[in-house]
Each structure stands twice: as structure tokens, then as C-alpha cells.
Nanobody, 123 residues
């Protein structure tokens, strides 16, 4: 499995923006579908933005029209642009991968995660 390294977390006030970056240690996009997960305090890890090998995307309802997942092939990064953030966006954010070409909001299908980066949104 490729190793995934997240960066870009931090603290922001409600309404603000942050950008997260995931850097795989090897070529991942031609072999895996990718996703960003979020784990809020006391809750299970959930998929919020998956990206298929062909670049197609899905979004959880909680982040739709506020978050954007994208892939930069030249820099070998997977990005998550988070706008209009809310306190309920607070949590650990993880980059993840799974075999197969399709994107999915089924968390159980992903079998490889980075160590995560913390995002805190204050009101």
C-alpha cells in the first residue's frame, strides 16, 4: 500500500477557509481511488469527499457546495479546499485510498489511511 501524508490542518473561525493536502509516497492515482475522511470528536470516521481514478467526485451532504476535492498530477497531491467552514467541521481529517476505479461514500471499502491532520473551527 502507498503511504499517505496529510498536511494543512489548523484552526480557523467559522466562515473561514482551509486547504488540506495529501501527498502519496508513490504513484497512487493510476492504481487507487482516493478520498478524504473526517472523524469528529466521539464519532466514527466518515467519507466526505471521494475521488475516482477517472477524476469524478462525490460529496457527503454535510460538505456539498462548501468543500472541493481535487487532484494535482504534476505535484502528486490530493487536495481538499474547505470554504464557509462551520464548527461541526471540527475533527481529524484523513486521506485514504482503496483499490478499484470507482469512488464511494462507503467507508468500509477503504483500507489505507494517512495519520490525519487536525482541523478546528471556532464559532
Amino acid at each position: 500500500q502507498v503511504r499517505l501524508v496529510e498536511s494543512g490542518g489548523g484552526s480557523v473561525q467559522a466562515g473561514g477557509s482551509l486547504k488540506l493536502t495529501c501527498t502519496p509516497t508513490a504513484d497512487a492515482y493510476s492504481r487507487y481511488s482516493m478520498a478524504w475522511f473526517r472523524q469528529a470528536p466521539g464519532k466514527e470516521r466518515e467519507v466526505i469527499a471521494p475521488l475516482a481514478r477517472d477524476g469524478s467526485t462525490l460529496y457527503a451532504n454535510s460538505v456539498k457546495r462548501r468543500f472541493t476535492i481535487s487532484r494535482d498530477n504534476a505535484k502528486n497531491t490530493l487536495n481538499l479546499q474547505m470554504n464557509r467552514q462551520k464548527p461541526k467541521d471540527t475533527g481529524m481529517y484523513f486521506c485514504a485510498s482503496r483499490g478499484g476505479p470507482l469512488n464511494s461514500l462507503e467507508a468500509r471499502l477503504y483500507n489505507n489511511w494517512g495519520r490525519g491532520t487536525q482541523v478546528t473551527v471556532s464559532s
